[in-house]
């Protein structure tokens, strides 16, 4: 990767977006607000000591250690010394883990940051400089070394015999990724994927991380940093992704990224893709 400055602060993107977001960035004191997001957060810092609130406790990571913030847990990020903290991160939404490990509750890891050995190898080939460019088959086989290895750091068994209806789920959330262009009711769920709409609430949230809400508004904030990223305006973007206005999806933008729109588009770096024409409300950029 390019050399980067650090007198000021920055944050380096993968080109490529497919299934996973790869980020490599730079503090040189605070970096986020608390906020919280609805994938697992799973990186490591390069150098410095990354400091950040997890959990009601003041958590530090280091080098050699990995973190792994879990779906929709608040936290912030701030240097531990004067040095700054850099660190990469990779950013998996809960349904590509459940692809994997099929209707097991998510796996927990204690505080925020492990030391696990296991975890640590399987995230070498996600956590590689963002010029790495990764083959699809790649991705694929790196993404489930990770969900195995973050069931065993976890400690956590296999369920064989599930109370709940990972169909159903699914069947929700394919629903919400068909209907971004408009608001939906949890009824219309219910009638939608053949599940009791109380039942159906828990399932999402103990197999994707977020309640049906907050997933639907999380996809349309996908959709604001792609605009962003291709320089539309704070306002368009808005439009585009279906927020009400440009403030409505800035209060949502801010809680959960730590960031307001303006800052985040000023300090992120990605390779500049053509236009945002090709947008459908039901995708991604």
Not at 119 to 145: C, P, V
Not at 245 to 254: E, I, K, L, V
Not at 258 to 263: C, D, F, H, M, V
Not at 265 to 284: K, L
């Amino acid at each position: 990767m390019r050399d980067l400055p650090k007198s000021r602060d920055w944050v380096y993107r993968a080109a490529e977006n497919r299934k996973i977001e790869r980020i490599e960035a730079y503090f040189s004191k605070h970096g986020y607000d608390p906020h919280r997001h609805d994938t697992y957060a799973i990186g490591r810092t390069l150098s410095g000591v990354q400091r950040f609130r997890y959990r009601g406790t003041m958590q530090h990571s280091l080098p050699g250690k990995t973190m792994v913030l879990h779906p929709d847990e608040e936290h912030d990020g701030e240097a531990g010394t004067c040095a700054g903290f850099h660190y990469r991160m990779i950013y998996i939404e809960p349904a590509m883990l459940q692809s994997i490990i099929k209707g097991n509750p998510l796996p927990f890891i204690k505080n925020g940051v492990t030391n696990d050995a296991r975890l640590f190898k399987a995230t070498d080939t996600l956590l590689q400089s963002m010029d790495y460019k990764l083959d699809a088959l790649e991705e694929d086989d790196a993404l489930y070394d990770v969900a195995i290895a973050l069931l065993a750091a976890a400690g956590q068994p296999v369920v064989t015999k599930k109370s709940f209806d990972y169909l159903a789920a699914e069947r929700a959330r394919e629903y919400i990724h068909s209907s971004l262009d408009r608001n939906i009711r949890l009824d219309e769920l219910e009638s939608n994927v053949g599940r009791d709409r109380w039942s159906l609430s828990r399932d999402f949230r103990l197999l994707f991380g977020t309640s049906p809400h907050r997933y639907m508004t999380m996809r349309r904030l996908d959709i604001v940093k792609s605009c962003l990223r291709v320089g539309e305006s704070i306002t368009e973007a808005a439009l585009i992704a279906g927020f009400f206005d440009q403030s409505h999806m800035a209060r949502h933008f801010t809680k959960t990224y730590g960031l307001t729109p303006a800052r985040w588009q000023a300090i992120n770096r990605r390779s500049v893709m053509n236009t945002c024409a090709d947008f459908h409300p039901a995708g991604r950029c």
